[in-house]
C-alpha cells in the first residue's frame, strides 16, 4: 500500500538534545511539508520540499532542519534552539508543490522530558 | 494574523441530524479551499474541496457551500453519523501566490447516538 510513514510515533526529547523524526513516503510525490499541531491552533508549516537536494523555510522555521536527500524522504531534525518543542508533528506529501491535496502521514508526539 | 478561522472550537449534534461547520477567511486571493478530517493521534485526511469559481461542491454526505462575497465557507454532513466525530480543519490557498496551504484552528465534531 502506497502511503507515509512517520516513526517513532511518541518520542521525548532531553533538555539541549537535538532529535530527529524520520518521514518516508512511496507514492512517488515530489513535494514533501512538515507541519506542526499545537492544541487549539491550526497546522503550521515548518519546510517544505519542491524537489530533492531543495527545500523553504516554512511560517516557523527557527529551531528546526530538514534534508531532502532522497525524493522518499524528508527528515526533520528539532534542535535544542527550539525551546517549546512539545507538539504533535505531521508530515506530508503532494504530488506536485501546493497540488490539489495534501496526503498526511499519522504523525509523532514529541515531548520534552 | 489568522488568514484562516474557525471560530467555534467545538460543536456537538445528534445522530441523523445535520452538522455545520464554518470557516471565514481574511486573504481575497485564496482560490481553492478544502477540508481536512483528522483522528486523534492520526494524519488528517482530505475530505472535500473547492474552487472559487464554483459555490457548492457535493460528495455523498458532504456539501461545501463558498461565499465569496463574506469570505464564508461551510462544510454541511447530511446525516451525521458517530463515526463522524473528529477534528475538521479547513484550509485555503491562493495559486496565484506561493500556493501555500493555510489552515485553520480545527473544529471538535461530536455526534451523539
Known amino acids: 500500500d502506497g502511503g507515509i510513514t512517520q516513526s517513532p510515533k511518541y518520542l521525548f526529547r532531553k533538555e539541549g538534545q537535538n532529535v530527529t523524526l524520520s518521514c518516508e513516503q512511496n507514492?512517488?510525490?515530489?513535494?514533501m511539508y512538515w507541519y506542526r499541531q499545537d492544541p487549539g491552533q491550526g497546522l503550521r508549516l515548518i519546510y517544505y520540499s519542491q524537489i530533492v537536494n531543495d527545500f523553504q523555510k516554512g511560517d516557523i522555521a527557527e529551531g528546526y532542519s530538514v534534508s531532502r536527500e532522497k525524493k522518499e524522504s524528508f527528515p526533520l531534525t528539532v534542535t535544542s534552539a527550539q525551546k517549546n518543542p512539545t507538539a504533535f508533528y505531521l508530515c506530508a506529501s503532494s504530488i506536485d508543490t501546493w497540488g490539489e491535496k495534501l496526503f498526511f502521514g499519522s504523525g509523532t508526539q514529541l515531548s520534552v522530558l | 494574523d489568522q488568514q484562516v478561522k474557525q471560530n467555534s472550537p467545538s460543536l456537538s449534534v445528534q445522530e441523523g441530524r445535520i452538522s455545520i461547520l464554518n470557516c471565514d477567511y481574511t486573504?481575497?486571493?485564496?482560490?481553492?479551499f478544502l477540508w481536512y478530517k483528522k483522528y486523534p493521534a492520526e494524519g488528517p485526511t482530505f475530505l472535500i474541496s473547492?474552487?472559487?469559481?464554483?459555490d457548492k461542491n457535493e460528495d455523498g454526505r458532504f456539501t461545501v457551500f463558498l461565499n465569496k462575497s463574506a469570505k464564508h465557507l461551510s462544510l454541511h454532513i447530511v446525516p451525521s453519523q458517530p463515526g463522524d466525530s473528529a477534528v475538521y480543519f479547513c484550509?485555503?490557498?491562493?495559486?496565484?501566490?506561493?500556493?501555500?496551504?493555510?489552515f485553520g484552528q480545527g473544529t471538535t465534531l461530536q455526534v451523539k447516538p
Open positions: 473547492i474552487s472559487s469559481i464554483k
Open positions: 507514492l512517488n510525490h515530489d513535494a
Open positions: 486573504n481575497s486571493m485564496f482560490d481553492y
Open positions: 484550509a485555503a490557498s491562493a495559486s496565484g501566490n506561493t500556493g501555500k496551504l493555510i
